[in-house]
């Protein structure tokens, strides 16, 4: 087996192994945990309780992407996600931004985040890579096609994995001509954002391909759709995202086995065993 790339990401930790990013959303209506976490006290308490079952780092995201959702102001992104923030890194836990706005980023990286999550890579707001390039932190820069409320339309390819491959490559390529440093960026596939299930499974295969582009990879499928409909009942009716969990952490496990720079997830201790798990095979096996 070859060994892939291992990379670490300026001022985020590096424990020598696939991350593991916990996931706070304090939104109402997310798609597997909406409303759990809307106050931010339960939201805060949360993210302790993610980095104390061996999370690496907490994405705070104030905004669902669900497909089907619509858009929320930015002032009530905010008034979500900044105290939330603020708290969780005063306890000094690494935070990152869920967030498609230069605005909220910016508010976020003054509370003391310390990488931006966005889904859009940069296509949903065209500030926000003049601030990425400013602020000089790490940033997510996710496959997108189109906001949720119509991206399932978009879900169509002749060849997924080259096609989101290339679409990411001018991502990269844009965003460095406006000034953000490639070192700092994190690739993401964008499971179940304008793909279909068979798309996620060929990425997720793929990601040598994706690999090419030669920057970190993070994998979000923590509790995703086509997980529940791999799992389908005889009848057809998908498995209810609450008992996805085994499914996730196996794809944890074989993401941290083929190169992934970090996995984000919901249930964060079987996917921190995962990757440990995967982390010690690859180490006994050199
Ligand atoms: N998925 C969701 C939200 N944010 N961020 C990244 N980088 N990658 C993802 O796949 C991703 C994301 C949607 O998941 P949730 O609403 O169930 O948390």
Request: glycine share 10%; proline share 7%; hydrophobic share 45%.
């Amino acid at each position: 087996m070859s060994e892939p790339v291992r990379h670490r990401v300026p001022g985020l930790p590096d424990p020598g192994r696939c991350l593991v990013m916990g996931v706070v959303n304090v939104t109402p209506d997310s798609f597997s945990d909406g409303g759990n976490f809307f106050d931010p006290d339960i939201a805060i308490r949360h993210g302790l309780d993610l980095m104390a079952e061996g999370a690496d780092l907490v994405d705070v995201g104030g905004e669902s992407t669900r497909p089907g959702a619509q858009r929320i102001s930015p002032r009530e992104e905010l008034r979500r996600v900044r105290p939330v923030i603020e708290a969780l890194a005063a306890e000094g836990v690494p935070v990152s931004v869920d967030t498609m706005r230069a605005e909220v980023a910016e508010v976020a990286i003054g509370a003391g985040a310390k990488l931006i999550n966005d889904v859009s890579g940069g296509l949903a707001d065209r500030a926000m890579a003049p601030l990425v390039a400013k602020a000089a932190v790490p940033y997510v820069v996710m496959h997108w096609r189109g906001h949720s409320h119509d991206m399932n339309n978009r879900a169509v390819y002749s060849d997924v994995l080259t096609e989101v491959r290339d679409e990411l490559r001018q991502r990269v390529d844009g965003l460095a001509a406006e000034g953000v440093d490639p070192s700092l960026m994190v690739l993401d596939p964008g499971l179940g954002f304008a793909k279909k299930g068979s798309h996620d499974w060929e990425l997720l295969a793929g990601m040598d391909t994706l690999a090419e582009l030669g920057l970190p990879m993070l994998i979000g499928a923590s509790r995703k759709r086509f997980l529940g409909r791999l799992l389908a009942a005889p009848d057809g009716t998908p498995r209810p995202f609450q008992q996805c969990d085994a499914a996730t952490v196996t794809v944890s496990a074989l993401a941290a086995q083929a190169g992934a720079w970090c996995v984000r997830v919901h249930d964060v201790r079987p996917n921190a065993d995962a990757v440990r798990v995967a982390a010690a095979w690859r180490a006994a096996a050199r």
